[in-house]
Each structure stands twice: as C-alpha cells, then as structure tokens.
C-alpha cells in the first residue's frame, strides 16, 4: 500500500504524557472481548530498554508512539477549518496543543478498512486510559474531538454499515453559483478517489446522506463503482457516477456525481 494512504490516527494531548501499555492494552480487551490483544515483549521487537511500543491486536502489530510536541500545523491547516464547521473548539485545539500520540500499524497490510478498525481499537483504549487528550487526528486529512471519538470508536468491529466512517472521512459542503457540491475528505486512502457531488438547488441533507451511503459500500468492498456505473435506492432513483479529474483537489482521481444525472437508459 502506498504509504500516502496509511490508516494514522493522531491523538492529541495538552501536554506530554507517559504511556502505560498494559493499561492500554487491557482497555482494548474491555472494548473489544473477542479480540486478541497483547503488548509485545521488548525483546521481541528489539527495544534496548523500556516498555515496547508495540500491541498485537489480532494478527496486526500496531505502534504506539510518544511525541512530545504539537502535530505540525502548516500543511493541515484546511483541516482545522473544516473541522471548526462542526467542531467551534477545534482552533483552540489546533492552537493549543502541545503533545500526540501516533498510532499505526507496523509493517504491510492490504486491507485498508482492516488496517482502519485494528488502528481505531487502539485509539479507543488510548482515549480510555490516557488523560488530557483533546482530539484525533485521522490520516492527516480529518479531526474530530476526542469525546466523539471515545464513543463511536466502540463500533470499530462493527459489521457494514455501521462501523465507524465519519472518524475516517468528512463530507464538506462547498456552495457554488450552482447550489452546493457535497466533497468527501478521506475517502481516497480507502478506494484511491474522492466523490464530488454535485448536488446544485436539491435537498442538501437527503444528498449528503446518499453521499455517506456510497461512501460506506465502497469503504466495504473497495473500488467496485465504474465509470458510467449508477447506485440509487430504486430504479426509478438510480443516479450515474463519472470517472473524472478534480479540479478542486488539483487533478486527483475522482467519482463525479451530479443530483439531476439520473439513469434514463431504460427509457431509451
């Protein structure tokens, strides 16, 4: 997996904090009873001295890092703006903090959603155990605060469609001459594309709940919507999605979708 695409959470703290694995450990199995989950002997992974940084969760190793000093602010600046449309604390955060915790896997894994529930268990036993944590950084693109994340970091194993993705991708409302385009924020480092919604005068919060919806089935079974594919609840609702370069997001790969681009092969 390109490493651009790596699940990372960033959990940030007021101030440096010492970090009790087996505290943390023991958290993660409170969560989550039927997963296996253990910290990894220091000389199994070749600390010289001090606790390992590393916890089996299930087959994964995840590491746990200890940084003393706040994320670095410059290149995530978009993010907090966002993040303030729903969050008003998070400048403060942005602004205020002064210490974060890295959690990662350790090593190769090719499942992205895998490697972003074992990731988010980890948080959650973090954000059980470890006091002054402010918020969480998600892949360097979305930040929630730390309450939310304490609650539905819980549904992490949860079967589709209920698992967790508005830790991991954002939605943003962006408003136009046209209306308002709905944009996701995330999602590529699950399926390698955004979605652009197009959604011009129709009702902002049924499109945006359609958005999440596609978000959902594709973080669960990959890249499976093609150029010129459609989804929609019914036939009579079904709406076409065009593979297409962003302009907004600087030529990336995207999913184009427009509210009024219904399907009306069947008519023809």
Request: aromatic fraction near 6%; proline fraction near 6%.
């Amino acid at each position: 997996m390109d490493r651009h695409h790596r699940q990372i959470a960033f959990v940030l703290l007021d101030r440096s904090v010492p970090l009790a694995m087996q505290e943390i450990a023991r958290a993660i199995r409170a969560r989550y009873p039927d997963l296996p989950v253990e910290v990894v002997a220091a000389s199994q992974n070749g600390a010289s001295s001090g606790q390992s940084p590393l916890i089996r969760c299930g087959e994964e190793f995840v590491a746990v890092m200890n940084i003393p000093a706040p994320v670095s602010r410059d290149p995530t600046e978009e993010i907090w703006v966002q993040a303030a449309r729903t969050w008003p604390q998070a400048p403060a955060v942005a602004a205020l903090h002064n210490a974060h915790i890295i959690v990662a896997v350790f090593g190769k894994i090719d499942n992205p959603l895998r490697e972003a529930r074992v990731v988010t268990a980890v948080v959650g036993g973090l954000l059980d155990t470890v006091p002054k944590c402010l918020g969480v950084m998600w892949a360097g693109r979305v930040v929630r605060p730390a309450a939310l994340w304490k609650d539905q970091s819980r549904a992490a194993f949860a079967p589709f469609p209920d698992y967790p993705i508005m830790l991991w991708i954002d939605i943003a409302s962006v408003r136009t001459a046209a209306g308002i385009d709905a944009v996701t924020i995330g999602l590529s480092s699950f399926v390698d594309r955004e979605i652009e919604y197009e959604v011009g005068r129709a009702d902002a919060a049924e499109i945006l709940a359609k958005v999440a919806g596609l978000v959902g089935y594709l973080i669960e079974h990959g890249n499976v919507v093609k150029d010129g594919d459609t989804f929609g609840d019914s036939e009579v609702e079904r709406i076409r999605v065009k593979y297409s370069l962003s302009q907004r997001l600087g030529g990336a790969p995207i999913l184009r979708v427009a509210a009024d681009a219904r399907d009306r092969s069947r008519d023809q």
